[in-house]
């Protein structure tokens, strides 16, 4: 079973930057595809932002391409998402996802928590 603990959400003035942190248990961060959804609050679904599949290869929802970053650390088992210039669309709560297919990474099996991200103006 992986779980998936996120950590670094709060609130943040537009144009700066957060990193959230997702730690990962019951499988190796290397072998498994992983990415950050995020919920906008009335909204009706969930989008995925970023991605790193199982070979390292990311992937980056137009609405944060050039200012965000999802990387991973196999020494610690974590993953990382990195937001530069965030702007008061960012506010939302972010999950970090997992799946052991990298073709079921928009529609993943195991879900964190989540975490509220929250940008003023």
């Known amino acids: 079973q992986v779980q998936l603990v996120e950590s670094g959400g709060g609130l943040v003035q537009a144009g700066g930057s957060l990193r959230l942190s997702c730690a990962v248990s019951?499988?190796?961060?290397?072998?498994?595809?992983l990415g950050w959804q995020r919920h906008v609050p009335g909204g009706k679904m969930r989008d995925l932002v970023a991605?790193?599949?199982?070979?390292?290869?990311?992937d980056y929802a137009d609405s944060v391409k050039g200012r965000g970053d999802i990387s991973r650390d196999n020494a610690t088992n974590t993953v990382y998402l990195q937001m530069n210039t965030l702007k008061p669309d960012d506010t939302a709560v972010y999950y970090c996802?997992?799946?052991?297919?990298?073709?079921?990474?928009?529609?993943?099996?195991?879900w964190g928590q989540g975490t509220q991200v929250t940008v003023s103006s």
């Open positions: 019951g499988a190796l961060v290397s072998r498994i595809a």
């Open positions: 996802v997992a799946d052991k297919a990298n073709s079921a990474i928009e529609y993943p099996l195991y």
């Open positions: 991605s790193i599949l199982k070979d390292g290869t990311t």
